[in-house]
């Protein structure tokens, strides 16, 4: 099917913006997920980790 040049273009000009608004946020997950973090970074999960309440209130 032949679709004129000005269909393909203004669907072109839709699509990308959409595409880029959908995979930039798993671009940015991956990205965010492989870097090395700060050890200040992980201060808080030590913290939570270390409390027993947090366990108990899983365990319910």
């Not at 000005?6 to 997950?29: E, F, H, K, M």
């Not at 870097?35 to 970074?41: D, F, L, Q, R, V």
């Amino acid at each position: 099917m032949n679709m004129p040049a000005s269909v393909r273009y203004t669907l072109s000009g839709i699509s990308w913006p959409v595409y880029v608004l959908l995979y930039t946020p798993l671009a940015l997950v991956a990205y965010y997920s492989l870097t090395p973090h700060a050890a200040s970074e992980w201060h808080g999960y030590q913290v939570l980790f270390a409390d027993t309440n947090v366990f108990a209130a899983v365990r319910r």
